[in-house]
């Protein structure tokens, strides 16, 4: 079966003829109108470049503690290993004196020992970080050699470590 033509009318193929395309407009500018726009967006990217420049300005800064925390990871790991134990601990007092001497001046934390060392530490981190025998531990670990410190019990020397870890994650600078 075969369709047949639709009847042609010849004034409606004439006005079919006659029918152009749509004009379309030219397409949207997505540059500002006005200056005040232009400067609106000057001062956003200037505050966006400002903003990254002190992101990176603080992430400089604190490069040692990401450095001492690194080294804390190893000094965990040494208290782990059944016979560093000892080597570790003796290394926990002088990582803490390190990352202290990168802060703050020499003359500030060169001679602090015993209960001055604890009281600065406490003092810089916003409150108490070291309980009463962590205390304890980092006033008298620089007195005592690595064997002695090799039979502290793991337990306790991980109690030690996160009371490192939280001084040198929490430790603030005073101006």
């Known amino acids: 079966m075969a369709t047949a033509a639709p009847p042609k009318d010849p004034l409606l193929e004439a006005a079919l003829r006659?029918?152009?395309?749509?004009a379309l407009p030219q397409p949207v500018s997505m540059m500002p109108q006005t200056q005040a726009w232009a400067a609106l967006g000057c001062f956003i990217l200037l505050l966006i470049a400002l903003a990254c420049w002190r992101w990176y300005r603080r992430w400089e800064a604190n490069s040692y503690r990401r450095e001492a925390l690194a080294d804390l990871r190893k000094i965990e790991a040494g208290v782990a290993a059944t016979g560093t134990r000892g080597e570790?601990?003796?290394?926990l007092p002088v990582l803490l004196k390190r990352t202290a001497l990168s802060v703050?001046?020499?003359?500030a934390i060169a001679g602090l020992h015993g209960t001055g060392w604890t009281k600065y530490l406490d003092a810089h981190?916003?409150?108490p970080v070291f309980p009463i025998a962590s205390a304890r531990?980092?006033?008298e670990a620089e007195y005592r050699g690595?064997?002695?410190l090799a039979a502290v019990p793991e337990a306790e020397a991980r109690a030690y470590i996160a009371a490192a870890r939280h001084w040198i994650e929490a430790h603030h600078v005073r101006a």
């Open 18 to 22: 006659g029918l152009a395309d749509i």
């Open 88 to 91: 570790a601990l003796v290394a």
């Open 104 to 107: 703050w001046p020499r003359e």
């Open 125 to 127: 981190s916003g409150g």
């Open 137 to 139: 531990f980092f006033e």
């Open 146 to 148: 690595s064997q002695a």
